[in-house]
């Protein structure tokens, strides 16, 4: 050993047979110094320190060298922890050998170009450092050779920078980035075995890298954002997963992953562009989990998995094809797999004639459990084999199954205009529909669970069919089924569906509600514009109809009935259609059937309880002639009412109808059907009406008015109880005879349908008479019939202070009156015949003026013991009603007379112990008065006149009245009229209808208009 002044070992030789051991010591050799080896040099856990230049012989291994000059390393020099580029630190040459765990640090601090240590072109043995590590602010310049570290590169933040070469940086290990790197327009290529990290807390900035680990399974994964330039991935072996937020544009034109590499997308802000024009062919693996990959930028550019060993996996993010994706010749367990995401095709087109936007080739495999496909543009080939979506059959190892997501033809996108295609051989789990083209089919079409329309129709040509099986759903934001939709029918009650069909833009859907379904089964509707061919074979009108008719079809379906409520939009309906009067037939077998119609409205009919299938057309019936009908002539009596119009008043032509009648004197609505009139005179009425189609039609009726008669029961009456009397007026009916009459009540009547019958009341009644002309019209009238005696219980008669004898007139006179003995008021009129009587054998002899005598009574009179307004109080007395005398007697005489009162007492009924006359007597010599009963007098009847009389008037002369008796032997109208000696009119005193009997009128000298007359009447 040399040591220098200060302690350095200036030479430092290990002699054969000699050992060195650094264990975990600092070996500083000085500048210029020589390290050799020539026994046992163990450096242990220890440094070798290189103050300035130095050289190394023999075979020795460093645990770690720092460097501070230029060093030879010799020929057999190793590294097996870290060689440490210490500023002014270089490896002059002979670069050492570098271990698996070792570490090239660059610590220079400033720019440093690589040399010796990292030798240029060495990929292993001497200068092929394992790890390479910048730190101390260094910037590490790898000009333009190609460097390799076998094992990781770092980047320690702090100013460090890694200038790369402008060839190829290969690193065997991980690539972590806390500084700066500049790619130097070189290459960075990934080796070696296992999985490799991109890390670091910068972001990376390459122009190309390449994947070319020892595994085909192996990773590269980009822990921290990278960029690199347009088309610079290669992928040999290995697989890239972009597990960062990193925006690349790895490939351009067409481009193959081999079987032995993949590509990977993991992070939700990944974005995988593509650059130039071009197809990926992809024979290796694809996985989207997150993130966003396009796939060419040119119409027509394609995925292409065409090899056993191709595989995508889709299980998040977007995959984005600018053109198709196609599948073929799969292995198994390759193809297409979508668990998730988004896969979109024909971003910017598809033009092939043979391949279809998304094309699952018989041979390809192809396994769908969710996600979505878009088919983004139309196929813009109008070959009739075109497709924008293919799935064929399973042939090979091209298993299919689609158990999850949905199908989506069109999106915000779509241009608008072209309608795509779709060739399935396979259901489909959900179907979305959002291109205002729509899509045709080119083979059945099932959906297992949600069919969606946001935009556009399903055309099935007719001859396809959309089926949505019994877990199935339709909904519907725009668009329908133009032709065949068929829906399964659990069984069950009210079991409904809706048939979402239309034709062209119009939506016509179909409303089935099944009361019952026995077996369950399927329905097919659709529908087709226009009438039915067969219309004309119809009861329908062509001209009013909907334009478009429905085909129902049932198979394996067992039910009772069901309803179905057809929709139509107003582009259906014929001018003029009235919705309200729409019905639905049925043609099959060749002939129509017409159905109940149920709930209509302005856009549908439904037609209820149908029992089978076939074709349907609604339309109104076809309509005969507008016919106005007023009704039948009628006749009224005056001041009645009747309906007019027919049954109906307006028939044929089209509903709805308007009416206006005229004259309008009389109707109560002129403008209603069937108005009420009450015309006043014989009218005749005009309707006219107009239909729906302003078409008028007119028709008359005459109603005739009839005088009503005039009915007359005549004047009331009163009689003596049990005498009769007859009533009615002379005439009772009057107007346009012949009359018929009818009496009621019956009770006393002698008929109850003469014109005049006889009553005799046991009470006072009063009776009404109907009369019916011979135009059936009626007039009724009352008459009230007084009948009844003075009775005992209620009166009794008193003869007033008066001289009873007269010896100058030889004259027996008294004055009689009345007095109510009972508790009640007495009202009148009350009117009673008095006459003298000498019952049995006579006992007296008055003689007449002839000298004669009789033994009998000689002088009668009527006397109206209370007037019809009079009321004669309990107790009450009455005025002087009579003057009763008898002329040529000689005293001593006695009277005895009775009074029978003609009507009920106060229209109290008499019992039959009432009926009784009140009996009274007098003497004329001592003026002695006495009361007999009734039983003492033989004759208990009011006599009736027997002809008709006038008597003289008394007294006479008078002042200042007089009293008139005239007698009637019946009933009938009397008129009495005084008349001055000239002959003219001086006061009417009586007129009306009076029962036979004497009748008594009193006149107190007054003309008709009240005035005094003079002498001389």
Not at 190 to 207: D, H, K, L, Q, Y
Not at 691 to 715: F, L, Q, R
Not at 743 to 761: D, I, K, Q, R, V
Request: hydrophobic letters at 35%; charged letters at 10%.
């Amino acid at each position: 050993v040399s040591l220098e002044a200060d302690g350095a070992a200036k030479h430092l030789t290990t002699i054969a047979g000699g050992t060195f051991n650094g264990d975990a010591n600092v070996l500083t050799l000085a500048s210029n110094a020589i390290l050799t080896n020539n026994g046992t040099f163990t450096a242990g856990a220890g440094t070798v320190s290189f103050s300035g230049s130095g050289a190394i012989n023999g075979a020795i291994e460093f645990n770690a060298v720092d460097l501070a000059g230029g060093v030879d390393f010799g020929s057999s020099a190793t590294i097996t922890g870290t060689l440490r580029i210490n500023a002014g630190g270089y490896v002059n040459i002979n670069a050492p050998a570098y271990g698996s765990s070792s570490t090239l640090l660059y610590n220079t601090g400033g720019s440093y170009n690589a040399s010796a240590e990292w030798t240029a072109n060495a990929s292993s043995g001497a200068g092929a450092p394992q790890n390479v590590q910048l730190s101390n602010g260094t910037t590490l310049n790898l000009l333009s050779d190609n460097r390799t570290a076998r094992g990781n590169i770092i980047i320690d933040a702090g100013g460090n920078t890694l200038n790369s070469t402008s060839g190829v940086l290969t690193s065997g290990g991980d690539f972590t980035n806390n500084g700066a790197f500049n790619h130097n327009s070189g290459n960075v290529t990934f080796n070696g075995s296992g999985n490799r990290n991109i890390a670091g807390a910068a972001s990376t900035n390459f122009n190309s890298v390449t994947v070319n680990l020892n595994g085909a399974t192996s990773i590269l994964e980009t822990l921290s954002p990278i960029t690199m330039a347009t088309d610079g991935l290669t992928l040999s072996q290995g697989i890239l997963k972009i597990s960062s937020a990193s925006t690349i544009t790895p490939f351009a034109g067409s481009t193959t992953i081999p079987a032995t590499a993949g590509y990977h997308l993991n992070h939700a802000n990944a974005v995988s562009n593509w650059g130039s024009s071009g197809s990926l062919t992809l024979e290796g693996t694809l996985i989207i989990d997150a993130g966003e990959m396009t796939v060419g930028s040119s119409s027509g550019n394609e995925l292409d998995l065409s090899s056993s060993s191709s595989v995508a996996t889709i299980n998040g993010g977007t995959l984005k094809l600018a053109g198709r994706v196609r599948v073929i010749n799969s292995g198994a367990g390759s193809g297409l797999l979508i668990n998730g995401g988004e896969v979109v095709v024909t971003t910017v087109g598809n033009g092939s004639s043979t391949i279809a936007g998304f094309n699952m080739n018989a041979t390809g495999r192809f396994i769908m459990t969710g996600g979505s496909v878009t088919i983004e543009q139309a196929n813009s080939s109008s070959s009739s084999g075109a497709s924008d979506v293919f799935i064929g059959g399973v042939s090979g190892a091209g298993a299919k199954s689609i158990s999850g997501g949905a199908f989506r033809f069109g999106n915000a996108l779509t241009i608008a205009g072209a309608g795509m295609r779709l060739n399935s051989q396979l259901a489909f789990y959900d179907v979305t529909i959002d291109n205002e083209a729509g899509i045709t089919l080119q083979n059945n079409l099932t959906v297992n669970n949600t069919l969606t329309f946001l935009t556009g129709n399903i055309n099935t040509t007719n001859l396809l069919s959309v089926t949505i099986p019994a877990e199935g759903t339709v909904v519907r934001t725009s668009g329908h089924v133009v032709g065949n939709l068929q829906k399964h029918f659990a069984a069950g009650s009210n079991v409904m569906r809706t048939f979402e069909i239309g034709a062209g833009s119009d939506y016509a859907p179909v409303d089935i509600d099944i009361a019952s379904v026995f077996g369950a089964g399927t329905m097919t509707l659709r529908t087709v514009a226009g009438d039915h061919a067969n219309i004309a074979s119809s009861d329908f009108n062509a001209a009013k109809s909907i334009n478009r008719h429905w085909i129902i079809s049932a198979s394996g379906l067992s039910i009772t009935t069901y309803d179905a409520t057809f929709h139509f939009t107003e582009n259906d309906l014929d001018a003029g259609v009235n919705t309200n009067a729409l019905n639905v037939g049925r043609f099959a077998g060749g002939s129509w059937t017409y159905l109940t119609a149920g709930v209509r409205t302005a856009t549908s009919t439904q037609a209820v309880a149908l029992d089978n299938f076939g074709q349907f057309q609604v339309a109104e019936f076809n309509a005969p002639d507008l016919v106005a009908d007023a009704g039948a002539d009628k006749t009224i009596c005056s001041g009645a009412s009747t309906v007019i119009g027919g049954t109906p008043t307006a028939s044929g032509g089209a509903s709805p109808y308007t009416y206006n009648w005229t004259p309008i004197d009389g109707l109560d609505d002129a403008n209603l059907a069937n108005p009420t009139a009450s015309p006043t005179s014989t009218t005749i009425y005009t309707v006219t009406v107009t239909d729906d189609n302003n078409n008028t039609a007119m028709d008359k009726v005459v109603i005739t008015v009839n005088e009503i008669p005039v009915a007359s029961a005549g004047a009331d009456l009163a009689t003596t109880s049990g005498v009769s009397a007859k009533i009615g007026a002379n005439p009772t009916g009057n107007g346009a005879g012949p009359f018929t009459y009818l009496w009621s009540p019956a009770a006393g009547l002698s008929s109850t349908t003469a014109a005049n019958p006889t009553a005799t009341p046991s009470s006072t009644t009063t009776y009404e008479v109907t009369v019916e002309d011979a135009n059936g019209c009626i007039a009724m009238d009352q008459v009230t019939v007084r009948a009844g005696n003075l009775v005992n219980s209620r009166i009794k008669a008193i003869i007033g202070p008066t001289n009873l004898y007269d010896p100058v007139l030889n004259q027996v006179r008294a004055d009689i009156a009345i007095r109510n003995i009972s508790s009640e008021p007495i009202h009148g009129p009350l009117t009673a015949v008095f006459r003298t009587l000498t019952p049995g054998p006579p006992t007296i002899t008055i003689p007449n003026a002839d000298g004669g005598g009789e033994g009998l009574g000689c002088y009668y009179d009527y006397s109206m013991l209370l007037g019809p307004d009079e009321i004669l109080s309990p107790g009450e007395t009455s005025g002087y009603k009579l003057w009763i005398f008898q002329e040529h007697v000689t005293p001593p005489v006695s009277f005895r007379f009775f009074a029978d009162v003609i009507g009920d007492l106060d229209g109290v009924p008499k019992t039959a112990a009432d009926d009784q006359p009140l009996a009274l007597a007098f003497d004329l010599q001592n003026g002695a008065v006495q009361e007999h009963a009734a039983a003492s007098l033989a004759d208990n009847v009011a006599e009736i006149p027997k002809t008709y009389a006038l008597h003289q008037n008394h007294p006479n002369p008078f002042n200042p009245s007089t009293t008139m008796q005239f007698d009637l032997p019946e009933a009938g109208e009397v008129t009495l009229k005084i008349y001055n000696s000239v002959g003219q009119l001086i006061k009417q005193v009586a007129s009306g209808n009076y029962a036979s009997g004497r009748h008594k009128v009193v006149w107190d000298a007054t003309d008709d208009h009240g005035g005094q007359v003079s002498t001389g009447v």
